[in-house]
């Protein structure tokens, strides 16, 4: 499966890549990103077309990160909550438990044959 997902990402890099390429002249005009708010104009400096595919992308990719960086504290500490109960029911489920005069735990006996 490792190789699979290897592959895959190396077919999209080489496919990005062959966009870039066959593209450069189109992604290298530059784009003037205008904003009319009522009596405010906002206007940015001409930025090439790349930068304003890549940014997002790379923006989101960064969110994606934090986000998944945070749920996966958050299941670490619902694991580790998980275990410590799991802990703790066993040791009650221990105490339940008939030991015999050897100290061995005694087995439990549901149903024996010929009764």
């Known amino acids: 499966m490792r190789f699979f997902k290897a592959l895959f990402l190396l077919v999209m890099f080489v496919v990005a890549m062959l966009f870039f390429v066959q593209n450069i002249q189109t992604l290298n005009t530059e784009i003037t990103l205008v904003l009319n708010v009522f ?3 906002w206007q940015t400096v001409p930025l090439p077309l790349y930068w ?3 940014l997002p992308f790379a923006l989101g990719c960064l ?3 934090v986000y998944f ?3 996966k504290l958050r299941m670490s500490q619902d694991l580790r909550a998980a275990r410590a109960q799991t802990a703790q029911l066993q040791k009650e489920l221990a105490a339940m438990r008939p030991v015999s005069p ?3 735990p005694e087995p ?3 149903c024996q044959p010929g009764q």
Do not use: W
């Open 39 to 41: 009596v405010a104009h």
């Open 108 to 110: 439990e006996v549901c």
């Open 63 to 65: 969110l994606m990160i």
């Open 102 to 104: 050897t100290g061995d």
């Open 69 to 71: 960086g945070l749920e």
């Open 52 to 54: 304003l595919v890549l």
